[in-house]
Structure formats: structure tokens, C-alpha cells
């Protein structure tokens, strides 16, 4: 039941693009994005709900295909600031506020 | 605005003796996410909380865990007997509506280490 999100890991450099995948198994209602730097809590970012929207917040955008089950996030001209671990969190229905979290995907960008 | 209060930060204990962590939500949310963060298990919810009414406490991982919010601006989780496994970053998180427009807010976190 809980996402699979793709790569686990990515190193960039400063201004390079990253896309991070979340995928389901299972039909979704919602995809929640969230960011968590080291030693800190998550951080929410965006949430996306049916109906295969495409939102952006800055330089980070993301978009949901629930046919498909998957969200993907993108994140252009990366800044030092983007580092950190990146979770889908996905939601089956409307009624329910439970979240279950991907496994993480962790970015490092270098200078 | 304060955010997601959690208390302690940080708890060391040994094994066997009981453990109390505490969370203060954001005025004015009616959802209440309790969490568990390992490398191993990542970020896992245990129970969470509408209105002050537990609604699914299907990942509290065995009857050593315990949780409960006597109002809407308190909750605690208890683990008795603490066991070394249970070491982990516990997360309590609160949201309006069910997080659908703002998402969930996370308190700092508690790191709890059993010996």
C-alpha cells in the first residue's frame, strides 16, 4: 500500500532540473508533496487531488495522472535550498485524512 | 502563531520503563497525526485523531502503545514497556479539514532512544 517513489536518491548541481516519481498501487483521491531537511520536521509543499491538475509553487510544480496512479514532482533550476528528502504522501478517498508516506527520495544539490 | 508544540525533544530511557510524549496541535485544527520516523520503516503513521476522536489506530504497532487526546489541545503518546526497537523520531502533526488545503503541520519531533 505504501507509494513507491523513484530515485531513491539524486545529486545535482545548482540550476539543473529533477524530476521525483510517486507511484501507486492502489486508486487515489489525493498526492500530498512534502520536503524534509536533515534533523528537521516535513514541510508541506503541495497537494494535488483528482483530476490530473498540475500545480507550481516557485520553481517546483508537480503534476498528478490518477488513471495512472502517479504524481511526479518537478523541480527546475534547482537552488543549494532544494536539499533535503522529498515524500510523497497519497490519500485513497475524500473522507479521510490519512496519508500514507513514500519511502523518500533524498536530493543534494551541490554548488 | 505557535506551531505543533512536542514535548520532550529528546528522551532517553531504558528498557522496560514507560515513556510520554506530548503534543499541543495548532489552535483551531481538528486533526491529529501521530508518526514514527526510522531509516528502516521511514515516516509511519501510528494513529490519528478527528475532533478528538481516535479514528484509525491501525499502525500503533502493539498494545504497548497507547494514545489519547483529552482535548482539543492536548494529546499524548505512551509506550509501556519500552522496548529498543521503539527507538525512532516520534512526529505529531495537526491539520484543518484534513489537511486538503494546507496540508498537515509537523511539531519538531520527539528522538527517543531506549537502552
Known amino acids: 500500500q505504501q507509494p513507491v517513489q523513484s530515485p531513491q536518491a539524486v545529486i545535482l548541481r545548482e540550476g539543473e532540473d529533477a524530476v521525483i516519481n510517486c507511484s501507486s498501487s492502489k486508486a487515489l483521491y489525493s498526492v500530498h508533496w512534502y520536503r524534509q531537511k536533515h534533523g528537521e520536521a516535513p514541510v508541506f509543499l503541495m497537494i494535488l487531488l483528482k483530476g490530473g491538475e498540475q500545480k507550481g509553487h516557485d520553481k517546483i510544480s508537480a503534476s498528478f495522472n490518477e488513471k495512472k496512479q502517479q504524481s511526479s514532482l518537478y523541480l527546475t533550476a534547482s537552488q543549494l535550498s532544494y536539499s533535503g528528502t522529498y515524500f510523497c504522501g497519497t490519500a485513497g478517498s475524500s473522507n479521510t485524512g490519512k496519508l500514507i508516506f513514500g519511502q523518500g527520495t533524498t536530493l543534494q544539490v551541490k554548488p | ?115
Open chain 2, 1 to 115: 502563531d505557535a506551531g505543533v508544540i512536542q514535548s520532550p525533544r529528546h528522551e532517553v530511557t531504558e528498557m522496560g520503563q514507560e515513556v510520554t510524549l506530548r503534543c499541543k496541535p495548532i489552535s483551531g485544527h481538528d486533526y491529529l497525526f501521530w508518526y514514527r520516523q526510522t531509516m528502516m520503516r521511514g515516516l509511519e503513521l501510528l494513529i490519528y485523531f478527528n475532533n478528538n476522536v481516535p479514528i484509525d489506530d491501525s499502525g500503533m504497532p502493539e498494545d504497548r502503545f497507547s494514545a489519547k487526546m483529552p482535548n482539543a489541545s492536548f494529546s499524548t503518546l505512551k509506550i509501556q514497556p519500552s522496548e529498543p526497537r521503539d527507538s525512532a523520531v516520534y512526529f505529531c502533526a495537526s491539520s484543518f479539514n484534513g489537511g486538503w488545503g494546507t496540508g498537515q503541520f509537523f511539531g519538531p519531533g520527539t528522538r527517543l532512544t531506549v537502552l
